[in-house]
Structures are given as structure tokens and as C-alpha cells.
């Protein structure tokens, strides 16, 4: 099970970070997903199951920052930079193996939804 949370509401160029708590097993690749309104679900980051491999997506790339700490089971999104095309609700999930195909990510939390104002 995938919890996440740190969502909310904020003006363009602020930051927020977004948690995503697993129970059970954390040996698993993990990554963040977005939907925004009228759009389909992208791949935003992704993180190893070490936490020594990151990858982003080109539009959050330099502005987000994917981390983890196992130890907690918990896996963050820091956002920085933040603009009005950010906003979407945000899915954390888990794979087996290091990939962006939502296909493959098995798990999924139930989302929490960001809002950047301009």
C-alpha cells in the first residue's frame, strides 16, 4: 500500500514536498506519475530501490528532486520552482524494474492533488 501526501496549494515559484509512505517491502524501484485536468498520466521522476539512480522528466528537470529513505519506507518529491502547468494530482508507485512505462509499475497510491497559482 502507497500513501501519499505533501500536496496542497501554492503560488507559481513556490515549492512543496510530496511523501509517499509503502508498508511492506521497500526493495522495489519507485516513481512519481502526474495527472493534470483533461490530460493523461506522465511520468515525472524515478528513483532505484537504492536511491543512487535518479531520472526526470525533461519538463521537472533541475526543478524537482526525487529521494528516498528506506529506513522509513518513504519516498520524496521536493518541488521547487513551481509553475501553473505543475498542477495535477501527483501518484506515487513501484516497479520491479527501472523504467518510466506506467506499465510496469504494479503499485499505485491514491494521489494527492497540487495547484500552483499564477
Known amino acids: 500500500q502507497l500513501v501519499e501526501s505533501g500536496g496542497g496549494l501554492v503560488q507559481a515559484g513556490g515549492s512543496l514536498r510530496l511523501s509517499c509512505v509503502a508498508s511492506?517491502?521497500?526493495?522495489?524501484?519507485m516513481g512519481w506519475f502526474r495527472q493534470a485536468p483533461g490530460k493523461e498520466r506522465e511520468f515525472v521522476a524515478r528513483?532505484?530501490?537504492?536511491?543512487?539512480?535518479?531520472y526526470y522528466a525533461d519538463s521537472v528537470k533541475g526543478r524537482f528532486t526525487i529521494s528516498r529513505v528506506n529506513a522509513k519506507n518513504t519516498m520524496y518529491l521536493q518541488m521547487n520552482s513551481l509553475k501553473p502547468e505543475d498542477t495535477a494530482v501527483y501518484y506515487c508507485?513501484?516497479?520491479?524494474?527501472?523504467?518510466?512505462?506506467?506499465?510496469?509499475?504494479?503499485?499505485w497510491g491514491q494521489g494527492t492533488q497540487v495547484t500552483v497559482s499564477s
Open positions: 508507485a513501484t516497479a520491479r524494474v527501472a523504467t518510466t512505462l506506467q506499465a510496469d509499475f504494479g503499485s
Open positions: 511492506g517491502r521497500t526493495f522495489y524501484h
Open positions: 528513483i532505484d530501490w537504492s536511491g543512487g539512480v535518479t
